[in-house]
């Protein structure tokens, strides 16, 4: 069996290896290509240098925007993972309905973005008209709308894998803890995170590059309302690219940018999460 593997593993991975160039790799390079081109279509493209970079940060909605997403992506991070992390602690202890629990708390990661920005944009309007005022009208009930939607749809995932990492954890490890005389807390802390490191690894990174990368949620809940204030990288690229004539470098330009920044962010934040993971 290994020698026949050994033998036609090219003839299965062709296909495959295919796939992967022509919806990736060849548009990705292609993209970054355009991004020191003037363009409206990809056939009358124009090398103009760096000029696109160049406009990019005269655009005084970009540098906006990324404010705006790091600070989403920090508040989220935290609140979307402890949160997670403390409702998975509750559901593996032998309570009753565990396994109803999780499928309530998972449900809302089925739905899908767009669905979901329309249906949280009438709760709040709902909520907020009695105070005189919208989602649209304030950049930080904007924020906070954005941050309660995705801790909503998010946790229940997070959890999930917060779950299997629980319970991959040895009971001989507690047990010598508790005979230790180790309490909860220190038990949670020196036996329980540490050995969780992995699933945390998976879980910030998850996190960290949704939310850079959100914007089903932004285009529907806020449509970056008021004047750009809540719009979000990957929406700022998406409005400059389809949104202004003769802008698509520009736009193109912004998304390699984008790219590099989530690729940096995501490799920083692996490094320095697998520093801390401990061997069972």
């Known amino acids: 069996m290994e020698k026949a593997i050994k033998k036609y593993w090219p003839i299965f991975v062709l296909p495959t290896m295919a796939a992967f160039a022509i919806g ?50 920090i508040v989220t991070l935290l609140l979307v993972n402890v949160l997670a992390f403390a409702v998975a602690l509750a559901l593996t202890q032998k309570i009753k309905g565990t396994n109803i629990f999780r499928t309530i708390f ?36 904007g924020f906070w709308g954005l941050v309660i939607l995705i801790c909503w749809q998010q946790i229940g995932y997070m959890m999930i894998v917060y779950i299997a990492g629980l319970q991959a954890i040895p009971d001989s490890l507690r047990e ?47 449509g970056g309302e008021p004047l750009h204030k809540t719009e979000m990288l990957a929406l700022n690229i998406y409005q400059t690219f389809y949104g ?20 940096v962010i995501g490799m920083f934040q692996l490094k320095l999460t697998r520093s801390k993971e401990v061997q069972q």
């Open 106 to 141: 998972f449900m809302p990661n089925l739905i899908g973005g767009i669905v979901l920005g329309y249906i949280w944009q009438l709760i709040f309007d709902g909520i907020f008209s009695r105070f005189d005022t919208a989602l649209k009208l304030n950049e930080t009930l």
């Open 176 to 222: 010598a803890a508790m005979i230790d005389g180790a309490n909860k807390v220190q038990r949670l802390v020196h036996v329980t995170i540490p050995n969780m490191m992995p699933s945390i690894t998976i879980c910030t990174f998850l996190t960290i590059t949704n939310s850079f990368k959100l914007f089903d949620q932004n285009l529907s809940l806020t």
């Open 24 to 73: 990736f790799v060849v548009p990705f390079l292609e993209g970054i290509y355009l991004s020191f081109c003037k363009f409206t279509t990809i056939k009358d493209a124009k090398f103009v240098g760096i000029s696109n970079y160049i406009e990019v940060f005269k655009d005084e909605t970009f540098p906006h925007s990324f404010g705006f997403t790091t600070l989403f992506a």
């Open 244 to 263: 202004r004539v003769g802008a698509e470098g520009i736009g193109q330009a912004k998304a390699v940018i984008f790219f590099l920044t989530v690729v």
